[in-house]
């Protein structure tokens, strides 16, 4: 899921991911909480008619941010008192306003309001925090049951502002026409509980059994890729997803680099989001079949070749190595949006090359497995 902060996925506009084949974007909850605030988004009709997005929607629960950009937060098991990183103002997030806010931006898919433990955390840091996650997703799950009728776009067509023609039709969410072998819940928005425990496996499989009893939509891992190697990532994820329902989305949070998610993939996770694609972009990183290239390197000042050889993507096929340099030496607006166009493809790619393989997998005669 490419990232979309503040309702934008940075440098690139909805049409050309849609032509990306990008099927849904995660918004941030905690940005859009305090600019343009969920209200205002509410009374245009959400967040998908707010920026022009019919397909698929995820928001976080505003709670990492809340805890990565406030040091001065204050934590009880209401909740977090934090500042605004904006303007100084003073703001409470519970389980039930995280929720609140979530359900007025209208995403299809919402998460539990959760703690994101900080690496490293020593045992009785964990075991605190996952008791306040338990609780504060018990209590999301809850208020999400009795308010998700809420949602601005229940049932309602999806036209843009000038009356034209619709989008393309929706790969999920609001509008989208409902066939007869639909799943109900296809139309209805859904809510997703994480799983924390820092890195002590036995705390995440008491976090992943008690949220499974909740019975939420889908299930997310949490708490991973916050500074600690990569090998306790992979310990985590391995020990973790096997408690979690096949049937359900399995979702890891904030991972990661294009060899990761395609071994993530492999092991069962269904969906993933991270920065990494769109901010490496913006900063000269491109993610190549050849390995990482630094277009700012002055090797490429002329070098005619596509970005990656093997890329077929709308930049590879029409613009060099050369040019991308010169965009970024010159600091040209377009330089973050081709980077990002680009390295988007890749990782979509890599994803589905993993669809591919799977598909084929279970295509395949029984007598060849
Ligand atoms: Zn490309």
């Known amino acids: 899921m490419p990232v979309g902060t503040q309702g934008t996925v940075k440098a690139v506009p909805q049409e050309t991911l849609e032509s990306l084949g990008v099927q849904i974007i995660l918004g941030n909850t905690y940005h859009l909480y305090l600019r343009p605030g969920h209200e205002a988004i509410r009374r245009i009709g959400g967040l998908h008619k ?56 209208g995403a299809d898919i919402c998460m539990a309001f959760d703690e994101c433990t900080e690496y490293p955390a020593d045992r009785p840091r964990a075991e605190e925090s996952l008791r306040l996650t338990m609780a504060w997703a018990r209590r999301s799950l809850d208020h999400f049951h009795a308010h998700s009728h809420e949602v601005p776009w229940h049932e309602q067509e999806f036209l843009p502002p000038n009356g034209g023609v619709p989008p393309v039709p929706r790969i999920g969410g609001p509008g989208r026409p409902r066939t007869s072998t639909d799943d109900p819940s296809a139309s209805r928005m859904q809510c997703f509980g994480i799983v924390q425990g820092g890195m002590y496996t036995d705390l995440r499989r008491q976090c992943a059994e008690r949220l499974v009893e909740m019975d939420f939509d889908g299930y997310a891992i949490g708490g991973l890729s916050v500074g600690e190697p990569r090998e306790l990532t992979l310990e985590m994820i391995a020990e973790t997803l096997p408690l979690l329902p096949r049937d359900k989305p399995r979702y890891v949070m904030g991972v990661g680099y294009p060899d990761e998610i395609e071994q993530y993939a492999r ?22 079949s050849e390995g990482r290239l630094n277009i700012k390197n002055k090797q490429y000042a002329e070098d005619k070749g596509p970005p990656d050889p093997a890329c077929d993507c709308m930049v590879c096929r029409r613009y060099s190595r050369a040019y991308l340099r010169h965009l970024m030496q010159s600091s040209e607006a377009l330089s973050g949006t081709l980077n990002t166009i680009h390295n988007l493809a890749f990782y979509l790619g890599i994803m589905r090359r993993v669809r591919d393989a799977l598909q084929s997998e279970r295509a395949a005669p029984v007598l060849d497995r």
């Open 267 to 288: 092991m069962g996770v269904d969906m993933m989001d991270c920065v990494l694609p769109t901010r490496a972009a913006r900063h000269g990183l491109l993610f190549t």
């Open 50 to 105: 707010f920026i022009s997005w019919p397909h698929a929607l995820l928001t976080d629960s505003g709670g990492f941010q809340v805890f990565s950009l406030n040091e001065l937060r204050k934590v009880t098991d209401d909740g977090v008192r934090f500042r605004s990183h904006l303007d100084g103002s003073s703001h409470f997030f519970t389980p039930e306003h995280s929720i609140d806010v979530q359900i007025a931006l």
